[in-house]
């Protein structure tokens, strides 16, 4: 086995030899955190052989090349993380920044990130992130510590790897293991590590000496051996001392656990509690060390960093940070490592020591080697050179020593090493026992080794025969000879036989040989005859032939003219007949409406004239006397009953006539298929009466009343009380039909019904005991109506109700469940499987094409509709030979009752007079009485189905009284428990269970809210919600951060198309295409999902939408089968697109729903999977899928690639795999529609991004285009080569510009304009953001030209501090830079130039005046506001012009004398005039100050490459300026409120609209100057 050096250096040596890992090794990176183990002197070792032995090794264990290219990189990182060096400058800074760049090279890990996690602690407090520098000496802690980490995980790995690969069958339960013992170290100076190792090896010291010395004595003394007996050193003392309760270890672990704990306080309880102990050294001057008395000599410890090696030192800010690797290697290395702060750590210790996780490996390793039949290599160094042909003695007694190998060499010596049963010994020296006759193996043994007269040489047992190895070899070499001599007679007698056989084969093969010539000349001469005689009858038979021919043809002529003429005529007498059937069946039918619209007219007649009469006869009635209104209303009672019979004696002959007429038409049109249609939609238009009459009729009148399954439940709940339907896959599937817990049949009687009892199938599977009234042992089953099914003409038509059954093929229908057989249909004989009727009012149709006729069925609902289209067609399409493979489906439709086990109350034992093995159980509102066969198997029920122990409520992670809310007036107090099992209830602390929730049900909780007096959440489970409530705000918010933590800690559950996902990485193509071929969850199907693909969470799909998250994804993929062929495809992604960014759950459910439908195509080129591709492609642009989807999606990508070359749909992957390398950000924006049609269409977007001066650069932009490599493009393309001044990108609305941050990415900067700013001008502009270096004379002429436009900006926007005069001699200069010398006619915009400024005293004098002259408030005074208003602008209005055309004669005057100036020269002198200004190249933000240590308020924050300065606006002396070495923190404490922290001074806090550009701005100074003192270095 490799060590971590050799392999690393084995690698580093190699890369220099093999050529294909292009690993970017510019130099051989050094191993500077190692220890060199290895000597690059010894020429003994061929490290390029090694190497391709290690290669190979690689090969063989089924890794692929890719896979040893990602673990050499992972090395190569490793190196290059030893290479990091530190200095302190502040905290912990990084010396070199090459070997950082080269380590998130190899390891696909972010530069800045890496750099923060080396040299800074992240901590995470109530919801806020802090950074704290590290020490030199903690910032190589966590480089070794990510070293460790990165190794330790890559091991682990490559030995899984191993293990499956080279893992048996699960029927063979034997291994062979190789175990490879630390060696004992005892150096000068000994550590934490070489305690650990050391304990190790007193825990395997005692496992040999219990094995070679205990297991040896105790035999020969089972055996009754006579022997010497060994005294041998037993050192479970010492073993007792580390590990017993309060030994070192213990010791050790507490004070680790103590934040205040140190070495020297460890060490003082080590001396307190074992100085005592025979094994434990207390040295006698006090210092850092203790001893121990090992079996191999006394180790002194150095207890200095003992508790800060065992406490660990890996931090969870550089999990997550190896987690984020880009790098699907790395994450699948780190995935399965969870951070201290994920769920089920809340109430639990903090994680275990370093000590303790050793202790628990090594007591796992000691049961593993307990339960082996061990043997033991002893392996010994003869020198510590490791020099060839130099043994020193000393040394190797001393190994030999140490290891118990003296006392094993005594014990074989003195002992019997050879051993053997009676029966094996007579069994092997069988030919030596031939002359003893004795049966009894013992005696023949004791006999036998008697005549050999070698008494000390052997000794008998009670069952083995004990010898030395002398006397074993005799016996051998005397068998061998014996064996010898009978093999010879053997070989003498055989060599015989073959000879003889080999004689006898010759002479029948020279027989052989002469029969067959002989036979050759006979067939010669007879095919010649033969042949002679065919040419003659060949001849004759033609020529009588011939004549027959022609005879037979002329009667067949004749015969052909009489038949075509029989048949026009018949064909012609069948039309005539037809046109008058058609012409009579018309006349009847117009006969028949005619007497049936004069029926319904007579009978409204008469219902009116009674109406009429009635209303006469009550007016009567009003004055007749009270005796005979009651008389009267009899009469008029049995009046009305005459005329309802009459009614009634009308509508059945109506309908009789009617029927019988459809009979006869029926009878008469049946040779007619045209009118036998048209006849059976009359009929099924008249009979729906009947068909209804028929349903209702075949209702199940066995189903007791009390196995409803529809009955009201006492708990509350929100929400579906069940999935989705059944479907391909998804949640549906795996819960719906989870492994059933245990089944079998029950006898069952109800509460309240006649004492009967009736024999059920019984199934407990989840949470929930399923009832049917058969084994579910088939694939369905179910009610569904069929057509025809009678002997009549109607009953051939009628739709009748029948109980279907699919085992297997064969679909079997009856009229009663678990009647008799009514037919059988093969589905291995069906052409199709219909969805669809002609009659387009038949709903949830199904139609079974057989080559005999077509069956038509109708199923109960939309549901089982699906659900038996769906089964049908994979039996129909599924081959014989993977039948087998469809599980059966435990459908909860089926049975007739269920009973959910939170419901529960108690389960137990009862006496019963009629029956034996009698159980009930009792939930909320119901006892149930069941009775089993047995009663192992009524017990066996009972313990399954009762509550858990009370035991449970002690370890409960928390417990205490919530109220079961239903509503605002119906609540019920309970004791809530949650364990880490789920959450149970109790009516009291000490009661009885009301209810459970099995953690497996737990699916999300909501933040607690104030609702019907109380602060309530939601316990949403996978069939309900439960709301519950809490008398305080804090006691509701623990419970749900409590269920959050369980529900976070228990295993994800994983459908079945995630688990076949997981499957697909490591199979072979061809395993891979029967995997898609037999899981249409995979593949494209043109049906709908019954349920989402992946585990989604329970819950609203989003705040404004209520629907399920698995109903959306349903939905979802329903809009997908539309999107094939809408005409508007790019609206409809968009669409789709914004809905997500409501829904982000179900961002993962979608890309497995688009890689459904592009997996496995038969034409990849056709329309449809094309736009599909369209459609992913744009979603890959848009949204970032979680690791494990990416990883499916790379998969499906890859093979599209290599199977689908030179296709459209392979340039569609290819964009797929650059936009996946490149590392698609997520996107905040939808994509804008013109991006979304160059995706579709694979190109990229033109953008177009302006600068000064009116310029416009083109710039391509792709989905992955950020704004740092933007500005790198526009750098380069414009020839700049800045070393420290930064250009950015802006976003521009009028005059206002927003700096784009670097990672942004250009398209959602386009979509944000199509989308926020519709109509307002806005634009993407180049400029100047941070200034460093600004020397006029040695700028690039381009550079300065931004920095000249920078500062015109400033002086435009009134940024620059000086009298007005300067300010127009500066606005001089820059019309004569913009437009050349001054003309009288040349016009302008003075704001372009000039910033003007409307004095305060005029504006304050101006409003004042115009208030004053308003008057007091009343009859008009809005017209007196109104007019006010419009005085004011226009008095503004007024003052502005003023002053501007003040501005424009003062620019104009300094212009006239810069006339000649050339716009070199004018731009020189500007930039001249503005360097005086010690603010010069700052940004400058207008801000006002909080507090008050300065007089002003309004002020200027100065901004700069070395310090930010605070200016009185408009004025050029500071007043105060604040290094960046003093300032101790920035940010916004609010919005609009910046806040400067500074060192040994009060935080200066500020107001400003600008609180986020300021930060940017001096978090792009600081990272500059940093990178400048480390060039410096």
Same mark, same amino acid.
């Given at each position: 086995?490799?060590?971590?050096?050799?392999?690393?250096?084995?690698?580093?040596?190699?890369?220099?030899?093999?050529?294909?890992?292009?690993?970017?090794?510019?130099?051989?990176?050094?191993?500077?955190?190692?220890?060199?183990?290895?000597?690059?002197?010894?020429?003994?070792?061929?490290?390029?052989?090694?190497?391709?032995?290690?290669?190979?090794?690689?090969?063989?264990?089924?890794? $692929?090349?890719?896979?040893?290219?990602?673990?050499?990189?992972?090395?190569?990182?490793?190196?290059?993380?030893?290479?990091?060096?530190?200095?302190?400058?502040?905290?912990?800074?990084?010396?070199?920044?090459?070997?950082?760049?080269?380590?998130?090279?190899?390891?696909?890990?972010?530069?800045?990130?890496?750099?923060?996690?080396?040299?800074?602690?992240?901590?995470?407090?109530?919801?806020?992130?802090?950074?704290?520098?590290?020490?030199?000496?903690?910032?190589?802690?966590?480089?070794?510590?990510?070293?460790?980490?990165?190794?330790?995980?890559?091991?682990?790995?490559?030995?899984?790897?191993?293990?499956?690969?080279?893992?048996?069958?699960?029927?063979?339960?034997?291994?062979?293991?190789?175990?490879?013992?630390?060696?004992?170290?005892?150096?000068?100076?000994?550590?934490?590590?070489?305690?650990?190792?050391?304990?190790?090896?007193?825990?395997?010291?005692?496992?040999?000496?219990?094995?070679?010395?205990?297991?040896?004595?105790?035999?020969?003394?089972?055996?009754?051996?006579?022997?010497?007996?060994?005294?041998?050193?037993?050192?479970?003392?010492?073993?007792?001392?580390?590990?017993?309760?309060?030994?070192?270890?213990?010791?050790?672990?507490?004070?680790?656990?103590?934040?205040?704990?140190?070495?020297?306080?460890?060490?003082?309880?080590?001396?307190?509690?074992?100085?005592?102990?025979?094994?434990?050294?207390?040295?006698?001057?006090?210092?850092?060390?203790?001893?121990?008395?090992?079996?191999?000599?006394?180790?002194?410890?150095?207890?200095?960093?003992?508790?800060?090696?065992?406490?660990?030192?890996?931090?969870?800010?550089?999990?997550?940070?190896?987690?984020?690797?880009?790098?699907?290697?790395?994450?699948?290395?780190?995935?399965?490592?969870?951070?201290?702060?994920?769920?089920?750590?809340?109430?639990?210790?903090?994680?275990?020591?370093?000590?303790?996780?050793?202790?628990? $490996?090594?007591?796992?390793?000691?049961?593993?080697?307990?339960?082996?039949?061990?043997?033991?290599?002893?392996?010994?160094?003869?020198?510590?050179?490791?020099?060839?042909?130099?043994?020193?003695?000393?040394?190797?007694?001393?190994?030999?020593?140490?290891?118990?190998?003296?006392?094993?060499?005594?014990?074989?010596?003195?002992?019997?090493?050879?051993?053997?049963?009676?029966?094996?010994?007579?069994?092997?020296?069988?030919?030596?026992?031939?002359?003893?006759?004795?049966?009894?193996?013992?005696?023949?043994?004791?006999?036998?080794?008697?005549?050999?007269?070698?008494?000390?040489?052997?000794?008998?047992?009670?069952?083995?025969?004990?010898?030395?190895?002398?006397?074993?070899?005799?016996?051998?070499?005397?068998?061998?000879?014996?064996?010898?001599?009978?093999?010879?007679?053997?070989?003498?007698?055989?060599?015989?036989?073959?000879?003889?056989?080999?004689?006898?084969?010759?002479?029948?093969?020279?027989?052989?040989?002469?029969?067959?010539?002989?036979?050759?000349?006979?067939?010669?001469?007879?095919?010649?005859?033969?042949?002679?005689?065919?040419?003659?009858? @060949?001849?004759?038979?033609?020529?009588?032939?011939?004549?027959?021919?022609?005879?037979?043809?002329?009667?067949?002529?004749?015969?052909?003219?009489?038949?075509?003429?029989?048949?026009?005529?018949?064909?012609?007498? @069948?039309?005539?007949?037809?046109?008058?059937?058609?012409?009579?069946?018309?006349?009847?039918?117009?006969?028949?409406?005619?007497?049936?619209?004069?029926?319904?007219?007579?009978?409204?007649?008469?219902?009116?004239?009674?109406?009429?009469?009635?209303?006469?006869?009550?007016?009567?009635?009003?004055?007749?006397?009270?005796?005979?209104?009651?008389?009267?209303?009899?009469?008029?009672?049995? @009046?009305?009953?005459?005329?309802?019979?009459?009614?009634?004696?009308?509508?059945?002959?109506?309908?009789?006539?009617?029927?019988?007429?459809?009979?006869?038409?029926?009878?008469?049109?049946?040779?007619?298929?045209?009118?036998?249609?048209?006849?059976?939609?009359?009929?099924?238009?008249?009979?729906?009466?009947?068909?209804?009459?028929?349903?209702?009729?075949?209702?199940?009148?066995?189903?007791?009343?009390?196995?409803?399954?529809?009955?009201?439940?006492?708990?509350?709940?929100?929400?579906?009380?069940?999935?989705?339907?059944?479907?391909?896959?998804?949640?549906?599937?795996?819960?719906?039909?989870?492994?059933?817990?245990?089944?079998?049949?029950?006898?069952?009687?109800?509460?309240?019904?006649?004492?009967?009892?009736?024999?059920?199938?019984?199934?407990?599977?989840?949470?929930?005991?399923?009832?049917?009234?058969?084994?579910?042992?088939?694939?369905?089953?179910?009610?569904?109506?069929?057509?025809?099914?009678?002997?009549?003409?109607?009953?051939?038509?009628?739709?009748?109700?029948?109980?279907?059954?699919?085992?297997?093929?064969?679909?079997?229908?009856?009229?009663?469940?678990?009647?008799?057989?009514?037919?059988?249909?093969?589905?291995?004989?069906?052409?199709?499987?219909?969805?669809?009727?002609?009659?387009?009012?038949?709903?949830?149709?199904?139609?079974?094409?057989?080559?005999?006729?077509?069956?038509?069925?109708?199923?109960?609902?939309?549901?089982?509709?699906?659900?038996?289209?769906?089964?049908?067609?994979?039996?129909?399409?599924?081959?014989?030979?993977?039948?087998?493979?469809?599980?059966?489906?435990?459908?909860?439709?089926?049975?007739?009752?269920?009973?959910?086990?939170?419901?529960?109350?108690?389960?137990?034992?009862?006496?019963?007079?009629?029956?034996?093995?009698?159980?009930?159980?009792?939930?909320?509102?119901?006892?149930?009485?069941?009775?089993?066969?047995?009663?192992?198997?009524?017990?066996?029920?009972?313990?399954?189905?009762?509550?858990?122990?009370?035991?449970?409520?002690?370890?409960?992670?928390?417990?205490?009284?919530?109220?079961?809310?239903?509503?605002?007036?119906?609540?019920?107090?309970?004791?809530?428990?949650?364990?880490?099992?789920?959450?149970?209830?109790?009516?009291?602390?000490?009661?009885?269970?009301?209810?459970?929730?099995?953690?497996?049900?737990?699916?999300?909780?909501?933040?607690?809210?104030?609702?019907?007096?109380?602060?309530?959440?939601?316990?949403?489970?996978?069939?309900?919600?439960?709301?519950?409530?809490?008398?305080?705000?804090?006691?509701?918010?623990?419970?749900?951060?409590?269920?959050?933590?369980?529900?976070?800690?228990?295993?994800?559950?994983?459908?079945?198309?995630?688990?076949?996902?997981?499957?697909?990485?490591?199979?072979?193509?061809?395993?891979?295409?029967?995997?898609?071929?037999?899981?249409?969850?995979?593949?494209?199907?043109?049906?709908?999902?019954?349920?989402?693909?992946?585990?989604?969470?329970?819950?609203?799909? $989003?705040?404004?939408?209520?629907?399920?998250?698995?109903?959306?994804?349903?939905?979802?993929?329903?809009?997908?089968?539309?999107?094939?062929?809408?005409?508007?495809?790019?609206?409809?992604?968009?669409?789709?697109?914004?809905?997500?960014?409501?829904?982000?759950?179900?961002?993962?459910?979608?890309?497995?729903?688009?890689?459904?439908?592009?997996?496995?195509?038969?034409?990849?080129?056709?329309?449809?999977?094309?736009?599909?591709?369209?459609?992913?492609?744009?979603?890959?642009?848009?949204?970032?899928?979680?690791?494990?989807?990416?990883?499916?999606?790379?998969?499906?990508?890859?093979?599209?690639?290599? @199977?689908?070359?030179?296709?459209?749909?392979?340039?569609?992957?290819?964009?797929?795999?650059?936009?996946?390398?490149?590392?698609?950000?997520?996107?905040?924006?939808?994509?804008?529609?013109?991006?979304?049609?160059?995706?579709?269409?694979?190109?990229?977007?033109?953008?177009?991004?302006?600068?000064?001066?009116?310029?416009?650069?083109?710039?391509?932009?792709?989905?992955?285009?950020?704004?740092?490599?933007?500005?790198?493009?526009?750098?380069?393309?414009?020839?700049?080569?800045?070393?420290?001044?930064?250009?950015?990108?802006?976003?521009?609305?009028?005059?206002?510009?927003?700096?784009?941050?670097?990672?942004?990415?250009?398209?959602?900067?386009?979509?944000?304009?199509?989308?926020?700013?519709?109509?307002?001008?806005?634009?993407?502009?180049?400029?100047?953001?941070?200034?460093?270096?600004?020397?006029?004379?040695?700028?690039?002429?381009?550079?300065?030209?931004?920095?000249?436009?920078?500062?015109?900006?400033?002086?435009?926007?009134?940024?620059?501090?000086?009298?007005?005069?300067?300010?127009?001699?500066?606005?001089?200069?820059?019309?004569?830079?913009?437009?050349?010398?001054?003309?009288?006619?040349?016009?302008?915009?003075?704001?372009?130039?000039?910033?003007?400024?409307?004095?305060?005293?005029?504006?304050?004098?101006?409003?004042?005046?115009?208030?004053?002259?308003?008057?007091?408030?009343?009859?008009?005074?809005?017209?007196?506001?109104?007019?006010?208003?419009?005085?004011?602008?226009?008095?503004?209005?007024?003052?502005?012009?003023?002053?501007?055309?003040?501005?424009?004669?003062?620019?104009?005057?300094?212009?006239?004398?810069?006339?000649?100036?050339?716009?070199?020269?004018?731009?020189?002198?500007?930039?001249?005039?503005?360097?005086?200004?010690?603010?010069?190249?700052?940004?400058?933000?207008?801000?006002?100050?909080?507090?008050?240590?300065?007089?002003?308020?309004?002020?200027?924050?100065?901004?700069?490459?070395?310090?930010?300065?605070?200016?009185?606006?408009?004025?050029?002396?500071?007043?105060?300026?604040?290094?960046?070495? $003093?300032?101790?923190?920035?940010?916004?404490?609010?919005?609009?409120?910046?806040?400067?922290?500074?060192?040994?001074?009060?935080?200066?806090?500020?107001?400003?609209?600008?609180?986020?550009?300021?930060?940017?701005?001096?978090?792009?100074?600081?990272?500059?100057?940093?990178?400048?003192?480390?060039?410096?270095?």
């Amino acid at each position: 086995m490799l060590t971590l050096y050799q392999f690393i250096f084995i690698f580093v040596i190699a890369t220099r030899l093999v050529a294909p890992l292009h690993l970017h090794l510019n130099h051989q990176p050094t191993i500077k955190n190692t220890t060199p183990l290895i000597e690059f002197e010894q020429h003994t070792t061929q490290d390029k052989d090694d190497f391709k032995a290690v290669t190979t090794a690689f090969e063989v264990m089924g890794l $692929s090349g890719e896979t040893v290219e990602e673990i050499l990189t992972i090395l190569t990182g490793i190196l290059y993380l030893g290479n990091v060096k530190f200095y302190a400058d502040g905290g912990a800074q990084i010396e070199d920044r090459n070997p950082v760049e080269k380590v998130a090279q190899h390891l696909n890990l972010n530069m800045e990130q890496l750099t923060e996690g080396l040299t800074h602690n992240k901590r995470v407090m109530r919801g806020e992130t802090f950074l704290s520098p590290l020490t030199v000496e903690q910032a190589e802690t966590s480089r070794d510590s990510i070293t460790m980490a990165l190794y330790s995980q890559l091991f682990d790995w490559i030995i899984q790897r191993i293990n499956n690969r080279i893992k048996a069958p699960k029927s063979v339960h034997s291994s062979i293991g190789v175990l490879d013992i630390f060696g004992f170290e005892n150096f000068q100076i000994n550590r934490f590590e070489q305690f650990n190792i050391n304990f190790a090896n007193e825990k395997l010291q005692q496992y040999f000496n219990k094995h070679i010395f205990s297991l040896e004595q105790l035999e020969y003394n089972q055996e009754g051996i006579s022997w010497t007996d060994i005294d041998w050193c037993d050192n479970a003392g010492c073993i007792d001392l580390i590990e017993r309760k309060m030994g070192v270890l213990s010791i050790i672990d507490e004070e680790s656990r103590f934040p205040k704990g140190t070495d020297k306080s460890m060490l003082d309880k080590l001396h307190g509690a074992n100085e005592k102990n025979e094994f434990y050294i207390k040295p006698k001057v006090a210092g850092t060390d203790f001893g121990i008395r090992h079996y191999a000599g006394h180790v002194v410890y150095n207890t200095i960093g003992f508790l800060e090696k065992n406490r660990g030192s890996f931090r969870d800010d550089l999990i997550q940070l190896l987690k984020d690797s880009k790098s699907d290697f790395i994450y699948d290395l780190f995935e399965g490592v969870k951070l201290s702060t994920e769920g089920g750590n809340r109430g639990k210790k903090k994680g275990n020591t370093v000590a303790s996780q050793f202790k628990d $490996s090594l007591s796992s390793l000691m049961q593993t080697l307990s339960a082996s039949n061990p043997y033991f290599v002893r392996c010994v160094k003869p020198n510590a050179q490791k020099q060839s042909n130099d043994f020193r003695n000393e040394m190797m007694i001393n190994q030999l020593r140490y290891s118990g190998m003296m006392q094993t060499v005594v014990i074989r010596k003195s002992g019997f090493p050879v051993r053997r049963l009676y029966s094996d010994f007579t069994a092997r020296y069988y030919p030596l026992l031939a002359s003893i006759y004795t049966q009894v193996a013992k005696d023949k043994c004791c006999l036998f080794l008697t005549k050999l007269e070698r008494p000390k040489e052997w000794q008998a047992g009670k069952t083995k025969i004990f010898m030395k190895e002398t006397l074993e070899n005799t016996l051998e070499q005397e068998r061998i000879a014996v064996l010898g001599k009978a093999a010879v007679m053997i070989q003498k007698h055989w060599r015989a036989v073959l000879a003889r056989a080999m004689v006898k084969k010759r002479l029948a093969r020279i027989v052989k040989i002469q029969s067959m010539i002989r036979a050759h000349i006979y067939r010669r001469h007879f095919l010649r005859t033969r042949q002679a005689t065919l040419i003659f009858q @060949r001849y004759i038979r033609g020529h009588l032939a011939r004549q027959v021919v022609a005879e037979m043809w002329a009667e067949k002529c004749a015969q052909l003219e009489a038949e075509i003429a029989a048949q026009k005529e018949a064909f012609e007498a @069948r039309k005539r007949e037809m046109e008058r059937l058609r012409k009579e069946q018309q006349e009847q039918e117009a006969e028949r409406i005619r007497i049936q619209m004069e029926e319904e007219e007579a009978a409204r007649k008469r219902e009116e004239e009674e109406r009429r009469l009635r209303d006469e006869q009550e007016m009567k009635e009003a004055i007749i006397r009270v005796e005979e209104l009651e008389q009267q209303r009899k009469l008029e009672e049995q @009046r009305a009953l005459q005329k309802q019979r009459l009614l009634e004696e009308e509508e059945e002959k109506r309908r009789e006539e009617e029927r019988v007429a459809a009979e006869a038409a029926a009878a008469e049109l049946m040779d007619d298929e045209d009118a036998l249609n048209e006849a059976e939609a009359e009929m099924l238009r008249h009979l729906d009466d009947l068909d209804e009459a028929i349903k209702d009729a075949a209702i199940d009148e066995d189903i007791d009343e009390w196995w409803d399954l529809d009955e009201d439940d006492e708990y509350p709940g929100s929400g579906d009380d069940t999935f989705s339907e059944f479907g391909d896959s998804g949640i549906g599937d795996e819960e719906i039909s989870a492994r059933p817990i245990h089944s079998g049949y029950l006898r069952v009687k109800d509460v309240g019904k006649l004492s009967r009892w009736k024999q059920k199938y019984c199934i407990l599977q989840g949470d929930s005991l399923l009832i049917f009234n058969a084994k579910q042992d088939y694939l369905k089953s179910g009610w569904m109506r069929k057509k025809g099914g009678g002997k009549g003409t109607l009953s051939r038509r009628n739709w009748l109700p029948r109980f279907f059954v699919l085992q297997e093929t064969m679909l079997t229908y009856y009229d009663t469940e678990g009647g008799e057989a009514k037919g059988q249909i093969n589905l291995r004989h069906a052409i199709k499987i219909l969805e669809h009727s002609l009659d387009k009012n038949r709903n949830n149709y199904i139609g079974i094409v057989t080559p005999e006729r077509t069956f038509e069925l109708i199923a109960e609902d939309e549901p089982e509709h699906k659900s038996w289209l769906r089964i049908l067609r994979e039996v129909n399409r599924t081959p014989d030979e993977n039948l087998h493979l469809m599980k059966e489906e435990v459908n909860p439709r089926n049975a007739v009752a269920s009973i959910e086990l939170l419901e529960l109350e108690s389960c137990h034992r009862v006496e019963d007079k009629t029956e034996n093995h009698v159980f009930c159980v009792i939930t909320n509102d119901r006892v149930h009485y069941f009775s089993a066969e047995d009663s192992e198997e009524m017990f066996r029920w009972i313990d399954l189905l009762s509550p858990q122990d009370e035991d449970l409520k002690h370890s409960a992670l928390r417990a205490g009284y919530v109220s079961l809310v239903k509503s605002k007036l119906i609540k019920r107090k309970v004791y809530m428990t949650l364990t880490e099992k789920g959450i149970e209830m109790y009516k009291r602390r000490e009661g009885a269970g009301v209810g459970k929730i099995s953690l497996h049900s737990l699916c999300v909780v909501s933040n607690p809210e104030e609702r019907y007096g109380e602060f309530c959440f939601h316990v949403h489970v996978r069939k309900r919600s439960y709301l519950f409530g809490c008398k305080t705000y804090e006691d509701a918010l623990n419970w749900t951060e409590e269920i959050t933590d369980v529900i976070l800690g228990k295993d994800q559950f994983q459908t079945r198309t995630e688990k076949l996902v997981v499957e697909l990485r490591n199979l072979h193509s061809d395993e891979v295409d029967e995997i898609y071929r037999s899981n249409p969850i995979l593949r494209y199907t043109k049906n709908p999902i019954m349920a989402p693909i992946l585990a989604l969470p329970y819950g609203p799909s $989003s705040s404004t939408n209520p629907k399920r998250l698995q109903d959306a994804a349903v939905d979802m993929y329903k809009q997908f089968l539309m999107y094939e062929g809408t005409p508007t495809p790019v609206e409809f992604i968009e669409a789709v697109l914004g809905q997500l960014f409501e829904t982000p759950h179900l961002i993962d459910e979608l890309y497995c729903q688009l890689i459904k439908q592009t997996a496995y195509v038969k034409d990849v080129d056709n329309p449809q999977n094309l736009r599909y591709w369209m459609f992913l492609l744009c979603v890959l642009a848009t949204f970032t899928p979680s690791r494990k989807v990416l990883r499916y999606l790379k998969f499906h990508v890859q093979r599209c690639t290599q @199977r689908y070359s030179g296709t459209e749909m392979y340039k569609s992957a290819v964009y797929a795999e650059g936009l996946i390398a490149a590392g698609v950000k997520q996107r905040e924006f939808v994509p804008s529609r013109e991006e979304i049609k160059k995706i579709m269409f694979l190109k990229d977007m033109p953008a177009v991004v302006q600068c000064y001066g009116g310029w416009n650069c083109k710039i391509m932009v792709t989905p992955t285009l950020t704004a740092r490599l933007a500005v790198a493009r526009l750098l380069s393309g414009m020839g700049i080569k800045s070393k420290y001044n930064k250009y950015a990108l802006f976003e521009k609305y009028g005059q206002v510009y927003k700096v784009i941050e670097d990672q942004t990415l250009i398209a959602d900067v386009i979509a944000k304009f199509e989308r926020k700013h519709e109509g307002e001008e806005c634009c993407i502009f180049f400029k100047l953001f941070a200034v460093v270096e600004f020397n006029i004379s040695r700028c690039d002429p381009l550079e300065l030209v931004f920095l000249y436009e920078l500062t015109c900006e400033q002086i435009q926007r009134g940024m620059f501090p000086s009298d007005k005069v300067s300010l127009a001699e500066l606005a001089a200069l820059r019309c004569q830079y913009l437009y050349g010398d001054y003309k009288p006619d040349k016009t302008y915009n003075v704001s372009d130039v000039y910033h003007v400024v409307i004095p305060k005293q005029e504006r304050r004098a101006s409003a004042g005046g115009t208030l004053r002259g308003l008057g007091t408030l009343g009859k008009g005074t809005i017209r007196k506001l109104k007019d006010l208003y419009i005085d004011n602008e226009r008095e503004d209005e007024l003052l502005a012009a003023e002053h501007e055309e003040k501005a424009r004669n003062t620019i104009n005057d300094f212009w006239k004398t810069k006339n000649g100036l050339s716009k070199g020269a004018a731009q020189q002198e500007l930039l001249k005039i503005a360097t005086r200004w010690l603010a010069f190249g700052y940004g400058i933000f207008d801000v006002e100050l909080v507090d008050t240590r300065f007089r002003e308020k309004e002020l200027w924050l100065a901004v700069g490459h070395n310090d930010v300065a605070i200016y009185p606006r408009e004025k050029s002396i500071p007043l105060e300026v604040y290094t960046y070495d $003093s300032i101790v923190g920035f940010g916004a404490t609010e919005e609009n409120v910046f806040k400067i922290t500074i060192e040994g001074q009060s935080p200066l806090e500020m107001g400003t609209q600008d609180f986020l550009e300021i930060s940017r701005l001096m978090k792009t100074y600081i990272s500059i100057m940093v990178r400048r003192k480390q060039q410096n270095r």
